[in-house]
Nanobody, 126 residues
């Protein structure tokens, strides 16, 4: 069964760091497109960091230079390193995967991924 499980969220002061993890089943981990999204109350879901299976990685403009997406292939885990966190980074963060998205597999592209985790909350305070 397809399964994505996020962990690593929590509360942190502005300027701090968090590392999110997403454990994936084998066939979701090998999807063409995988990445991290976030959604804050009253706001639309947005792509934060997206990785295509050919290695192409894109980030939302708001997180460039602060967030890094990576994979631990030995553990089938998708990671998101978040540094220099800001108040506006507060949101529920989700990992997602889709086996078919290709051309629009980038931050700002498709958001209707086939598989989603349950989400992990990130709260940044001043």
């Amino acid at each position: 069964q397809a399964q994505l499980v996020e962990s690593g969220g929590g509360s942190v002061q502005a300027g701090g760091s968090l590392r999110l993890s997403c454990a994936a089943s084998g066939y979701t981990y090998s999807s063409n497109c995988m990445g991290w999204f976030r959604q804050a109350p009253g706001k639309k879901r947005e792509g934060v960091a997206i990785r295509r299976s050919d290695g192409r990685v894109t980030y939302a403009d708001s997180v460039k230079g602060r967030f890094t997406i990576s994979q631990d292939n030995a553990k089938n885990t998708l990671l998101l390193e978040m540094n220099s966190l800001k108040l506006e980074d507060t949101a529920m963060y989700y990992c997602a995967a889709d086996p078919g998205i290709w051309t629009r597999c980038y931050a700002g592209g498709r958001t209707d991924f086939a598989y989603w985790g349950q989400g992990t909350q990130v709260t940044v305070s001043s």
